[in-house]
């Protein structure tokens, strides 16, 4: 009896000694760089969360160990995103706000079939932007696809990939919308591989980034606010007010407090689209 409660207190403080383990490459990492903006900062979590956070923005992910080498793999936002609401000030119109970059080429359709144009959403020689933008139209909105076009540069002789289209069905009485969006690193799939060394982190093989603080030594504010964004949804099921993508408004009323629900998209090829026609907006800067 003696020798079987003696095993199961050292399993027990075994597992537990195994759960207080610190894998030894969490900590931060400062990577160096000559931009006056500053550098960027990797911040390896022993949960098997990681974040980079840079001058502009932050992407997290999750990695994995396999023996002496390190998976790393980034979370996977959505390029474009739908949001709506029924708003009772909104009485003669449907209304969808636009927030995506100016200079992408991007292009919409309202209400269209799979043979229809998109439209682009600003002219080609857009500039000097000034947000809001806000489409307007009387008829109820059922369907909205948005197109991206690839503008990477390829390769004499290398394959072009095809874009998808993000294809949203409305499927409520909704008459106002939030359409917006990430850059396209954001929407990226992107992996790299790791290796541990003498205080160094060495990526995919070559370059070798060394630790600057081990993770008990990281500042509890900024673990905090690392730990926060690893589990906060950047495009939540609900858009509340305060959110980041939540329409400003200076002197709100209660109807423009209501929450803003996300509508689904899938995830269509663009194999034979075609974008023509005017631009929804005309934005250039004043001579």
Not at 250 to 261: Q, R, T, V
Request: glycine share 8%; net charge negative.
């Amino acid at each position: 009896m003696k020798f079987t409660l003696c095993a199961i207190l050292l399993g027990v403080a075994g597992c537990l000694y195994g759960q207080n383990l610190v894998d030894p490459i969490s900590g931060s990492y400062n990577m160096g760089s000559n931009d006056p903006l500053g550098g960027t900062h990797f911040i390896v979590m022993p949960d098997q969360q990681f974040v980079v956070a840079y001058f502009g923005g932050m992407r997290k992910g999750t990695w994995e160990r396999y023996e002496d080498t390190y998976q790393f793999t980034y979370h996977v936002e959505p390029q474009f995103v739908l949001y709506g609401r029924k708003n009772p000030s909104i009485a003669d119109s449907i209304q969808v706000r636009v927030g995506l970059d100016g200079n992408r080429g991007f292009a919409v359709r309202f209400n269209g079939t799979k043979t229809d144009a998109f439209t682009p959403i600003f002219n080609e020689d857009s500039n000097c932007y000034s947000y809001p933008y806000i489409y307007k139209q009387t008829a109820a909105l059922e369907q909205v696809d948005v197109y991206a076009p690839d503008l990477r540069e390829y390769y004499e002789g290398e394959i072009h990939e095809i874009p998808d289209y993000y294809s949203f069905k409305v499927g409520a009485t909704y008459n106002e919308f939030v359409l917006t969006g990430l850059s396209r690193e954001y929407s990226t799939e992107r992996s790299f591989t790791a290796q541990f060394k003498e205080g160094s982190m060495i990526i995919n093989g070559s370059e070798s980034i060394k630790k600057s603080g081990d993770y008990a030594d990281l500042n509890p504010e900024d673990l905090n606010y690392f730990k926060q964004y690893t589990t906060t949804e950047i495009f939540p099921p609900q858009l509340e007010y305060g959110n980041e993508f939540f329409p400003y408004n200076d002197e709100p009323i209660n109807d423009d407090l209501i929450p803003f629900n996300r509508i689904d998209a899938v995830l269509v090829s663009s194999d034979g689209v075609v974008v023509g026609g005017e631009s929804f907006f005309v934005v250039r800067c004043e001579e």
